[in-house]
């Protein structure tokens, strides 16, 4: 394909809509590129226990007001999910919206190309507004695959997102060799796995801690996001532990980042 074979009223089609914000929520990181893109894969990476699944669960009971939400769990049943979700709903008037499977609980055998027909069919039946994977990393689908096979796997995705039009949120874990006093700055190739399934997804967050004294000063940094300019890349998060919920997002400069990031603790 070239460019005259793209219509003008369809090339303009497409970009007044990356204009408009379809999947809002009120964190700032995400209305940088006007909120979560349907037809676009979003990854979230961070070290083990660093607040990616209470960031999912937080951006869930946002987005759950736009329509039905689908979170795929690979780590946590279903009802522990529900639980959690019960206890932080407060002030959330659509939280049926919610519909969770686990791996967990799923006997799919190991037929990958059966569970895409369920997902898939799966999807189409909820319509939902969005669909978070927590975790790819650990996904049977995704774990302990050749890089080759990963990669075929997240293609999958990508088109499933582009053919249902819904933003797809993953969720991944960095490799071993990063963990919490890590002495360095985390980027896209520290993915647990092939580090080629950065290429393939529109939109990088990387959620990282900075232990600094008795605190943590929680940071995200949006280090791709392939159809949108954006002012701010780097943000702090502010956690409330009588919630286990990030409550809300500020931007912050990189010469603040950095300072934090110099003050943080060393072993």
């Given at each position: ?5 793209i ?8 970009q007044q ?28 990476l ?12 937080d951006?869930?009971?946002?987005t ?8 795929y ?26 519909h969770v ?5 799923h ?13 898939t ?30 990669l075929?796997f997240v ?7 582009v ?13 071993k060799?990063i ?9 896209g190739?520290?993915?647990r ?42 943000w ?15 931007a ?6 950095k ?9």
């Open positions: 394909m070239n460019f005259n074979e219509p003008e009223d369809e090339l303009f089609r497409a809509l990356e204009r408009l914000t379809i999947v809002d929520s009120s964190f700032g990181f995400l209305d940088e590129h006007n909120g979560l893109r349907p037809g676009r894969l979003h990854l979230l961070g070290a083990y226990g660093s607040g990616k699944s209470t960031l999912i669960d951006l869930m009971l946002q759950c007001c736009n329509g039905n939400v689908l979170n769990k690979s780590e946590e049943f279903c009802k522990d999910f529900i639980m959690n979700i019960d206890r932080k709903k407060k002030g959330t008037d659509f939280v049926e919206n919610i499977e686990s791996e967990l609980e006997g799919d055998g190991d037929c990958v190309e059966t569970f895409k027909l369920w997902f069919a799966k999807i189409e039946a909820l319509r939902p507004s969005v669909v978070f994977w927590d975790n790819l990393t650990t996904s049977k689908w995704y774990a302990e695959k050749r890089s080759g096979e990963q075929s293609m999958w995705l990508k088109g499933l997102a053919r249902c039009n819904i933003p797809i949120f993953l969720v991944a874990h960095t490799n060799n963990a919490e006093y890590t002495q360095r700055i985390i980027d190739n520290d993915i796995g092939t580090a080629s399934v950065i290429n393939l997804v529109d939109y990088l967050y990387i959620l990282q801690r900075i232990p600094v004294g008795n605190e943590y000063y929680t940071t995200i940094r949006i280090q791709k996001h392939r159809h949108h300019r954006i002012n701010n890349n780097y702090c998060l502010r956690y409330s532990k009588d919630l286990n919920s990030f409550t809300s997002d500020a912050i400069s990189f010469e603040d980042f300072a934090r990031y110099n003050q943080r603790n060393k072993l």
